[in-house]
């Protein structure tokens, strides 16, 4: 019995939404009372972030603190429309369109602010801590707060803005069958140190390597964990699991978690992650989605080490212990292709 | 079938319920008693995502017959905070981005509670081997060892 080690590489251009109809995405803005404004959504988010992201892009948009910006969304009957939270889209599509929104809501900010301190709208300029103040001149300011109480209770005017983003729909050429099927691609490449044993065909991954290109890191925390949990669910489509193992045949399918196997806390891989940045022309501040691509490579780069380590091409997932054991049996033993690196 | 009453101690608070005879801990939680705080996850005790405390056991409550808990404590995750103040496991889950979609953190953050309690000062070997029962398809387990960690490192400060 011998433990194999073995190096994989994948790289991945990722592209960022869909262009089915456009992929529009709308957002609307409005201020409360109180100078605090809303965002009202109908993209989900199921735990990427998407909350966090469009918050801060509102703040960052409206000049206003992020503490003054609640993010309302999710709920399709109220909400203006969303294509939804797929293929990379949410933080693109809907940021871009929280921008559009935004922005439309701060020149009606700053005109209702102007009105009050008697100056033209745009020698007006905002400090991103809830005041708005004559550029060139900062003590004549007023507050967000006293600007959003003059518009609604002694100019009758709202504070609101209305965004949508829509790709240019993009049809497939008759001659050539050439498409523009995207605006921006995301992307990545990885390496993957694993071993595998010839006796039991056992595949273990020891270490993680990557580096993802995402625009603007909007939110670099919220990028991380989603590149580490990411990285986790492609290293279970690579070796864990599956609905038929034995595909047509239903034989030995799991039937509940018990034996729908997927690695556990037991079986953490050290992923090192370096986000480089290079923010996108037609991104909201920059930023693209790590979505999907951040479990896709590892697929690749787990079945290129596999082969680097023992010779064996499995050419479908997840690659088990038995596919890998098969493998170096029609070789007549292992074959490793070579020291890793 | 008549419905029984039962008494049992939640999060240190006396309650007293009239459950469905054969009915699971976790159903008599969420519909009778209103604590929505742990999770249906499988309903057959393999996600982990309704972990309660039980005389301070964690245990799956969908798979407890609520008859069984009569004159037990049982502690859930609506009952970590003290008032405004997060626990340090859950301030530790926030603050290390220990949750995503967040399904999985009630039972995670119940079996991490019944490790710290008994022992304070766990390995990364430990916490996984606690936490094992405990499905999570979003983080990849590393932020939640990382966040248990943290907080069994500020609740050990705190009794010093």
């Given at each position: 019995?011998?433990?194999?080690k073995g190096r994989g590489?994948?790289?991945?251009?990722?592209?960022?939404?869909?262009?089915?109809?456009?992929?529009?995405?709308?957002?609307?803005?409005?201020?409360?009372?109180?100078?605090?404004?809303?965002?009202?959504?109908?993209?989900?988010?199921?735990?990427?972030?998407?909350?966090?992201?469009?918050?801060?892009?509102?703040?960052?948009?409206?000049?206003?603190?992020?503490?003054?910006?609640?993010?309302?969304?999710?709920?399709?009957?109220?909400?203006?429309?969303?294509?939804?939270?797929?293929?990379?889209?949410?933080?693109?599509?809907?940021?871009?369109?929280?921008?559009?929104?935004?922005?439309?809501?701060?020149?009606?900010?700053?005109?209702?602010?102007?009105?009050?301190?008697?100056?033209?709208?745009?020698?007006?300029?905002?400090?991103?801590?809830?005041?708005?103040?004559?550029?060139?001149?900062?003590?004549?300011?007023?507050?967000?707060?006293?600007?959003?109480?003059?518009?609604?209770?002694?100019?009758?005017?709202?504070?609101?803005?209305?965004?949508?983003?829509?790709?240019?729909?993009?049809?497939?050429?008759?001659?050539?069958?050439?498409?523009?099927?995207?605006?921006?691609?995301?992307?990545?490449?990885l390496i993957v140190d694993l071993e595998v044993?010839?006796?039991?065909?056992v595949v273990e991954v020891n270490e993680i390597n990557?580096?993802?290109?995402?625009?603007?890191?909007?939110?670099?925390?919220?990028?991380?964990?989603?590149?580490?949990?990411?990285a986790w669910?492609g290293v279970s489509h690579a070796l864990y699991?599956?609905?038929?193992?034995?595909?047509?045949?239903?034989?030995?399918?799991?039937?509940?978690?018990?034996?729908?196997?997927?690695p556990?806390?037991?079986e953490v891989v050290p992923h090192?992650?370096?986000?480089?940045?290079?923010?996108?022309?037609?991104?909201?501040?920059?930023?693209?989605?790590?979505?999907?691509?951040?479990?896709?490579?590892v697929l690749?780069a787990i079945a290129?080490a596999v082969?680097?380590a023992?010779?064996?091409?499995?050419?479908?997932?997840?690659i088990?212990?038995?596919?890998?054991?098969?493998?170096?049996?029609?070789?007549?033993?292992?074959?490793?292709?070579?020291?890793?690196? | 079938?008549?419905?029984?009453?039962?008494?049992?101690?939640?999060?240190?608070?006396?309650?007293?319920?009239?459950?469905?005879?054969?009915?699971?801990?976790?159903?008599?939680?969420?519909?009778?008693?209103?604590?929505?705080?742990?999770?249906?996850?499988?309903?057959?005790?393999?996600?982990?995502?309704?972990?309660?405390?039980?005389?301070?056991?964690?245990?799956?409550?969908?798979?407890?017959?609520?008859?069984?808990?009569?004159?037990?404590?049982?502690?859930?995750?609506?009952?970590?905070?003290?008032?405004?103040?997060?626990?340090?496991?859950?301030?530790?889950?926030?603050?290390?981005?220990?949750?995503?979609?967040?399904?999985?953190?009630?039972?995670?953050?119940?079996?991490?509670?019944?490790?710290?309690?008994?022992?304070?000062?766990?390995?990364?070997?430990?916490?996984?081997?606690?936490?094992?029962?405990?499905?999570?398809?979003?983080?990849g387990?590393?932020?939640?060892?990382?966040?248990?960690?943290?907080?069994?490192?500020?609740?050990?400060?705190?009794?010093?």
């Open positions: 019995m011998t433990v194999h590489f994948a790289c991945i251009n990722y592209p960022i939404g869909m262009n089915l109809g456009g992929d529009p995405s709308q957002a609307l803005v409005h201020s409360n009372p109180d100078g605090k404004f809303t965002v009202t959504l109908s993209s989900i988010d199921l735990g990427q972030g998407m909350k966090s992201v469009t918050r801060q892009i509102a703040s960052e948009t409206l000049g206003v603190p992020v503490e003054d910006v609640y993010v309302d969304t999710a709920d399709s009957d109220t909400g203006p429309h969303c294509m939804g939270s797929f293929a990379s889209r949410g933080t693109h599509r809907v940021g871009n369109a929280v921008i559009r929104a935004a922005n439309e809501a701060r020149q009606q900010m700053l005109a209702a602010a102007a009105d009050e301190l008697e100056v033209n709208a745009s020698d007006l300029d905002t400090d991103g801590r809830g005041n708005i103040f004559v550029k060139g001149a900062p003590s004549r300011s007023i507050t967000v707060s006293e600007t959003a109480i003059a518009a609604q209770f002694k100019q009758g005017k709202t504070l609101a803005g209305r965004g949508i983003f829509l790709v240019p729909k993009s049809d497939v050429d008759d001659m050539t069958g050439e498409m523009s099927t995207v605006t921006t691609f995301a992307h990545a490449a044993d010839d006796e039991t065909g990557s580096a993802y290109e995402v625009g603007r890191a909007l939110n670099p925390r919220l990028v991380e964990q989603q590149l580490i949990g990411g669910m699991e599956t609905t038929e193992p034995y595909y047509p045949s239903r034989d030995h399918a799991p039937l509940d978690f018990n034996s729908y196997l997927m556990g806390p037991g090192n992650i370096a986000i480089l940045e290079r923010p996108a022309e037609d991104a909201p501040y920059g930023g693209k989605g790590p979505g999907e691509m951040c479990a896709n490579p690749p290129n082969y680097n023992v010779g064996v091409r499995c050419d479908s997932l997840p088990t212990p038995e596919k890998v054991l098969r493998g170096i049996r029609a070789n007549g033993g292992a074959q490793p292709k070579g020291t890793p690196g | 079938m008549a419905k029984k009453p039962i008494s049992f101690v939640l999060n240190g608070q006396d309650t007293s319920v009239f459950v469905e005879q054969g009915g699971n801990l976790l159903d008599e939680l969420r519909r009778t008693v209103g604590d929505l705080s742990p999770k249906f996850g499988c309903g057959q005790g393999t996600c982990g995502a309704c972990t309660v405390l039980i005389n301070g056991e964690p245990q799956l409550s969908c798979l407890v017959l609520a008859e069984r808990v009569e004159g037990q404590r049982i502690d859930t995750n609506g009952g970590l905070a003290e008032g405004p103040d997060l626990h340090p496991l859950q301030k530790a889950f926030v603050e290390g981005f220990a949750a995503q979609c967040g399904f999985c953190s009630s039972g995670m953050l119940m079996a991490a509670k019944a490790l710290l309690d008994r022992n304070a000062s766990p390995s990364r070997d430990e916490i996984a081997e606690a936490i094992s029962g405990n499905l999570c398809r979003c983080t387990y590393e932020p939640i060892i990382d966040a248990i960690v943290v907080a069994a490192e500020n609740m050990r400060r705190r009794t010093t």
